[in-house]
């Protein structure tokens, strides 16, 4: 079946744009995740969504990062007024949550480059 | 939360068995034990999941000892494919933190 789908796959910016990334979770997936893993560096926590529920925003880096998830399916990531540090491939997961820690399913991440 | 501590990189040769180990000092009691293989311009994929003593699948085993302050995956007979990023995850209902990973080079 269809795994997870992120948009668009490559994005170059100027600093000081908004940019938003798309993710379609598989279907059914109740929980999804957004992370950031900047050049030879680990998966740095962003957001994470979970049904109804509100969502864990813990790990945003500053107020102009901010996530939506619409209908408990596409989930978009604003970034307003970027900076050349924002540069970093941005990946999505979505889990079904059916169980404890039941394991994420990750797209390939759209790799945003500020100018 | 749950931090972990892995090599930074291994090397290894084709047909080797690889283990990589990952520890975990403070897991709490409903944390899971995950792993992760990630290649360059992907997401990272799963491999296997544990609780406690040992899980195997087709492609790989988790060994966890009876305090769970550590895992290791063991990779069998690796091959060129396997070179990698390995990451290993600690996971309850809460924030889901991976580390660094540890970068695995399989030459010939």
């Known amino acids: 079946g269809a795994g997870v789908s992120q948009s668009p796959s490559n994005k170059v910016t100027e600093k000081g744009k908004d940019v938003e990334l798309r993710c379609d979770p598989i279907s059914g997936h109740t929980a999804l995740y957004w992370y950031r893993q900047s050049l030879g560096q680990g998966l740095e926590f962003l957001i994470y969504f979970q049904g109804n529920s509100a969502p864990d925003k813990s790990g945003l880096p500053s107020d102009r990062f901010s996530a939506e998830r619409t209908g408990g399916s596409v989930s978009t990531l604003t970034i307003q007024r970027t900076q050349q540090e924002d540069s970093a491939v941005y990946l999505c997961?979505?889990?079904?949550?059916?169980?404890?820690?039941?394991?994420?399913?990750f797209g390939n991440g759209t790799r945003l480059t500020v100018t | 939360l749950a931090k972990t501590t892995q090599p930074i990189s291994m090397d290894s040769y084709e047909g080797q068995e690889v283990n990589i180990t990952c520890s975990h000092n403070?897991?709490?009691?409903?944390?899971?034990i995950t792993w992760y293989q990630q290649f360059p311009s992907q997401g990272p994929r799963f491999i296997i999941q544990g609780y406690k003593t040992k899980v195997t699948n087709e492609v790989a085993s988790l060994f966890i000892p009876a305090d769970r302050k550590s895992s290791t995956l063991s990779l069998p007979r690796v091959s060129l494919s396997d070179t990698a990023v390995y990451y290993c995850l600690v996971s309850g209902y809460s924030t889901l933190t991976f580390g660094k990973g540890t970068m695995l080079l399989v030459s010939p």
């Open positions: 997961a979505s889990s079904p949550r059916d169980r404890e820690a039941s394991p994420l399913h």
């Open positions: 403070n897991i709490a009691t409903n944390d899971y």
